[in-house]
């Protein structure tokens, strides 16, 4: 059981150091190494199933489960060395000819190993049992294994050119992608010498812990901020800067989630709408527009500074006041609006607004309370333009 111990325990370690990078990803171009990886640690889990069975069948003298389980065990193994390859070659990002012959010499080597895997059925090439039910290596096994070692050797030189012309974190990885394949190429070796060894197991494993230590959290990372930068874009109002009407939609069903759950008792909304944005977009242009609802945003969200500001239409902005921003409610709208009664008698930008908060025993959805806030806007919107 020694040998299905050693298989068994770098099939827990690989699902562990891997959980993250198991995971399916959805396919777009950001996504192909990624998911080019995950078909290799995918193989992988194959292999190491395979390979812990085999001790155990082997163990029990079982010769038929064990020469299946040894074709699979093979096979599984040059799958994992083809994909290794495409995945180095994809990682490094070079599409020249070097590159073609690696993959291609990986093609070759899973449909050399699967060709003789075949003729062991007919005449014993790879690998037979003798009457004592021992393993017997044969030379075509030997041969398909020095075919893979050399292969993770070259792709090894090959990444280890790249890094010296490469610098930075980009060096670093492409030397650690050498590293690991040398690594699996010395555990090949020992398993052709030692055929009733795990090498090959332990050689995965090392090499992909490696891998997954000084390349895969760093590019896991880099790959987190870039998916958050581009969230934040989704959720920005290009204009003003602030959230927009998609943040506004996933606010909204935050916030009932949180009044269901308790988790949330009370809030306000506070309705902007700006004034004359039409007259100056129609008299001035609307580069001077665009200017003016960024002075208007600028208002608003300098006064309620601790509570999300929500463009939702042209001239429409919305603030969900929770917190301090709620327990000051009226003072910050009653600073508002003085501020607005000044620039308006000082003819800089005019916004209207108007508040309303929650209340849980009259209001069946946030809807009720915007309602509310948007009636007051309304009516202060109009008591402005009667003054101007």
Known sequence: MYYSSVAIISLIVHLIINNEALKKVEKTSDNLIRLKFRNYLLVLIVFYIADAIWGFFYDQKWVIPTYIDTCVFFLSMAVS????????VAFTENKGIFGKILVGCGVFILAFQAGILIANLFVPIVFSFNAEKEYMALPARHIALLMQMVLFLATAFYAFIISAHSDGEK??????????SVIMAIFILLQMFYPLMPFYSLGCLFGTCMIHAFVYKEKDMEYGIKMEAANQKAYKDGLTGVKNKLAYLEALAELEINLENGTLKEYGVVVFDINGLKQINDTLGHEAGDEYIKSACTLICTQFDHSPVFRIGGDEFVAILKGSDYEKREELEGSFRKSIDENQRNGHVVVSSGLAVYQPD?????????KRADQLMYERKQALKIRS
């Open 81 to 88: 060395v083809l994909l290794w390859t495409i995945v180095v």
């Open 171 to 180: 060096r670093r990885h492409y030397r650690t992608v050498g590293f690991s």
């Open 362 to 370: 009259n209001d069946e959805s946030f809807n009720d309370v915007f």
